[in-house]
């Protein structure tokens, strides 16, 4: 099992940047591929990006792509989602979550989730 503990979530305005960071309990990290997902207010839950249990295989949005990066570093059992040119219409919840084979665009796949950060991008 794998917990995860999000934060680097804040208010900050268009066009600016953040790095979240989602911390995962215990040592059997890299046995995860981990997905970032959000969620608006009156919005379903969606997709944003995920990394293999390596880091060898990444997958985007496309409303993200080219502006977000998702890493991994599991020496450190750490998941980064860096968010470049943030838009008021990223503004959501961001939550990790784990899944024990393979990945999924889809919330109902994964098995593990942290208690999500709030991003806030408004002038």
């Known amino acids: 099992q794998v917990q995860f503990v999000e934060s680097g979530g804040g208010l900050v305005q268009p066009g600016e940047s953040l790095r979240l960071s989602c911390a995962a309990s215990?040592?059997?990290?890299?046995?995860?591929?981990v997905g970032w997902f959000r969620q608006a207010p009156g919005k379903e839950r969606e997709f944003v990006a995920a990394?293999?249990?390596?880091?060898?295989?990444?997958y985007y949005a496309d409303s993200v792509k080219g502006r977000f990066t998702i890493s991994r570093d599991n020496a450190k059992n750490t998941v980064y989602l860096q968010m470049n040119s943030l838009k008021p219409e990223d503004t959501a919840v961001y939550y990790c979550?784990?899944?024990?084979?393979?990945?999924?665009?889809?919330?109902?796949?994964?098995?593990?989730w942290g208690q999500g950060t709030q991003v806030t991008v408004s002038s």
């Open positions: 990394i293999g249990r390596t880091g060898g295989s990444i």
């Open positions: 979550a784990a899944k024990t084979t393979g990945w999924s665009s889809f919330p109902n796949g994964y098995d593990y």
């Open positions: 215990g040592r059997t990290f890299s046995s995860y591929a």
